[in-house]
């Protein structure tokens, strides 16, 4: 098949919600139910190109899914999803990524890190082992996706570095910050929501 993209009269790496709009309106003007008593040569022809322009949207949602990755749920990395058929907005609330600078010098892990040192182990390696399981890693695949971000200014459990490191990994899309803790933030819990209500509007 020819780039699944220019079949659809777009240029690679159109966003999902582009993509899905185009198709529906190409399935609906070449349907054949739109064709029945046309000549032979004309409704041959839409069929034709239905069936291409099928294939190629297919294509194009078998890739993303293929290259979808989605965080995991832990600390500094929680994606709360909107979905339809396909991806189209992510709010990540009280997340970040880049763990390893966000913890690593934490005074708390003083005597593991002391441990995980005298057995060989350096800050770069663990940033090595842990990359699957950190958000920052993945942050590439919510690329052409709205993002909304939430953070807590004075969070206990995912500092704000982390959320910073995050935001700028996803290339700086719309933050919202509360003055408040991890678990305070709860009290923001309305206004959030409105911030993600607009978000599923665009």
Same mark, same amino acid.
């Given at each position: 098949?020819?780039?699944?993209?220019?079949?659809?009269?777009?240029?690679? +790496?159109?966003?999902?919600?582009?993509?899905?709009?185009?198709?529906?309106?190409?399935?609906?003007?070449? *349907?054949?139910?739109?064709?029945?008593?046309?000549?032979?040569?004309?409704?041959? !022809?839409?069929?034709?190109?239905?069936?291409?322009? @099928?294939?190629?949207?297919?294509?194009?949602?078998?890739?993303?899914?293929?290259?979808?990755?989605?965080?995991?749920?832990?600390?500094? +990395? @929680?994606?709360?999803?909107?979905?339809?058929?396909?991806?189209?907005?992510?709010?990540?609330?009280?997340?970040?990524?880049?763990?390893?600078?966000?913890?690593?010098? *934490?005074?708390?892990?003083?005597?593991?890190?002391?441990?995980?040192?005298?057995?060989?182990?350096?800050?770069?390696?663990?940033?090595?082992?842990?990359?699957?399981?950190?958000?920052?890693?993945?942050?590439?695949?919510?690329?052409?996706?709205?993002?909304?971000?939430?953070?807590?200014?004075?969070?206990?459990?995912?500092?704000? @570095?982390?959320?910073?490191?995050?935001?700028?990994?996803? +290339?700086?899309?719309?933050?919202?910050?509360?003055?408040?803790?991890?678990?305070?933030?709860?009290?923001?819990? *309305?206004? !959030?929501?409105? *911030?993600?209500?607009?978000?599923?509007?665009?």
């Amino acid at each position: 098949m020819n780039d699944p993209y220019a079949v659809l009269g777009l240029p690679p +790496g159109t966003d999902e919600r582009t993509v899905n709009k185009v198709f529906r309106a190409l399935a609906r003007d070449l *349907h054949p139910e739109r064709y029945v008593g046309a000549p032979e040569e004309e409704r041959a !022809a839409a069929e034709a190109r239905f069936k291409e322009v @099928s294939a190629a949207f297919a294509a194009i949602k078998a890739d993303r899914e293929e290259r979808r990755t989605w965080a995991p749920m832990v600390p500094g +990395g @929680s994606l709360v999803l909107v979905m339809g058929a396909m991806v189209f907005a992510v709010a990540i609330v009280l997340g970040g990524g880049g763990l390893v600078d966000a913890f690593y010098d *934490h005074p708390m892990g003083g005597p593991l890190r002391a441990l995980y040192a005298a057995m060989g182990g350096t800050r770069e390696k663990l940033q090595q082992t842990i990359a699957n399981a950190d958000p920052i890693t993945n942050a590439r695949n919510l690329k052409g996706r709205e993002v909304l971000m939430i953070g807590a200014k004075n969070d206990e459990i995912v500092p704000p @570095s982390a959320c910073e490191r995050m935001w700028k990994e996803l +290339g700086e899309p719309k933050i919202v910050w509360y003055e408040a803790g991890h678990y305070t933030a709860i009290f923001y819990i *309305h206004d !959030a929501l409105t *911030h993600v209500v607009e978000l599923l509007k665009k």
